[in-house]
């Protein structure tokens, strides 16, 4: 399975050098992002496109990493919400087959 994994590893590796090296004078031009918000407009320096990219890229994996987070902590709460359920059911659970006992002790009759 690990060398499956390798292989697979190299041909992504491959695959994204073919693309730089397909692409090197598009990454290499240098471009500025500008963003008007009604209220200010921002202007970037001059950057590369390939480095304007990589910020695309790292500024979503952040933006994806957070928003998973707090679904991370909902899910543990609801995790520790159902764990309780379980512990106080099987708590009912134990004092009906207690009960059961005792009914079953006190309605058979002794055999003398």
Do not use: C, H
Not at 15 to 44: C, E, H, M, P, Q
Not at 79 to 102: F, M
Request: no cysteine; aromatic share 12%; proline share 3%.
């Amino acid at each position: 399975m690990n060398q499956i994994k390798l292989v697979l590893l190299i041909i992504v590796f491959i695959i994204i050098g073919l693309f730089v090296w397909d692409k090197w004078a598009y990454l290499l031009a240098k471009n500025r992002i500008s963003l008007n918000l009604l209220i200010n407009s921002y202007r970037t320096p001059e950057l590369p496109t390939g480095i304007i990219l990589l910020i695309s890229f790292f500024a979503g994996l952040i933006i994806a990493y957070v928003l998973a987070l707090f679904e991370r902590f909902r899910l543990n709460s609801e995790i520790k919400g159902l764990k309780y359920t379980i512990d106080s059911n099987l708590e009912k659970i134990a004092e009906l087959k207690n009960e059961v006992i005792s009914l079953k002790k006190k309605f058979t009759p002794d055999k003398e």
